[in-house]
Antibody, heavy 113, light 107 residues
Framework: EVQLVESGGGLVKPGGSLRLSCAASGFSFSTYSLNWVRQAPGKGLEWVSSISTTGINTYYADSVKGRFSISRDNTKNSLFLQMNSLRAEDTAVYYC??????WGQGTLVTVSS | EIVMTQSPATLSVSPGEGATLSCRAG??????LAWYQQKPGQAPRLLIFGASTRATGISARFSGSGSGTEFTLTISSLQSEDFAVYYCQQYDNWLWTFGQGTKVEIK
């Protein structure tokens, strides 16, 4: 069974940093591209970032480009999202996904003073 | 960025009736289109991928159609567990985009 478990969310002040993690199991981790998708409270889904199987190719939404960095560790079956210069509008539940078919339960990031 | 537009924003349906949800892409996404169902407090659940292929374990009440820029999700004979928000998503390239969602509510 595919499992994706996010962690690392919490309350952070504007301008602060946070690192999200996603622990994966139940599939061949290194053969899948991975993604982060977020959902602000009461709002729709927004793609944030994607990473290729090797980690060489990374992609970002304009809203986070230059502030967020996606990475992966194929030896530990883990995906990461380093979030810097956080803003109030980054407040959301962040989901880790494997393609379109598997999503974690999400971790809440709240940016507030 | 490929803009995805869903209609209507809200659909009021009586249990047992059918529902048709629409999704339009700003440019062709071929058949690289997924539909999700989301209930409050839960992660989105994949219903349809490849525009028309049901995901594992999804009821045959759900069917998807379309290609290019026009897509439809049809739910036949709505059950109580089907009242939720539905999103379409294109994955034709690395820069995914989602529609704004259609809320299917009880009439």
């Amino acid at each position: 069974e595919v499992q994706l478990v996010e962690s690392g969310g919490g309350l952070v002040k504007p301008g602060g940093s946070l690192r999200l993690s996603c622990a994966a199991s139940g599939f061949s981790f290194s053969t899948y591209s991975l993604n982060w998708v977020r959902q602000a409270p009461g709002k729709g889904l927004e793609w944030v970032s994607s990473i290729s199987t090797t980690g060489i190719n990374t992609y970002y939404a304009d809203s986070v480009k230059g502030r967020f960095s996606i990475s992966r560790d194929n030896t530990k079956n883990s995906l990461f999202l380093q979030m810097n210069s956080l803003r109030a509008e980054d407040t959301a539940v962040y989901y880790c996904t494997r393609g379109v078919d598997s999503w974690g339960q999400g971790t809440l990031v709240t940016v507030s003073s | 960025e490929i803009v995805m537009t869903q209609s209507p924003a809200t659909l009021s349906v009586s249990p047992g009736e059918g529902a048709t949800l629409s999704c339009r892409a700003g440019q062709s996404v071929s058949s690289n289109l997924a539909w999700y169902q989301q209930k409050p407090g839960q992660a989105p659940r994949l219903l349809i991928f490849g525009a028309s292929t049901r995901a594992t374990g999804i009821s045959a009440r759900f069917s998807g159609s379309g290609s290019g820029t026009e897509f439809t999700l049809t739910i036949s004979s709505l059950q109580s567990e089907d009242f939720a928000v539905y999103y379409c998503q294109q994955y034709d390239n690395w820069l995914w985009t989602f529609g704004q969602g259609t809320k299917v509510e009880i009439k």
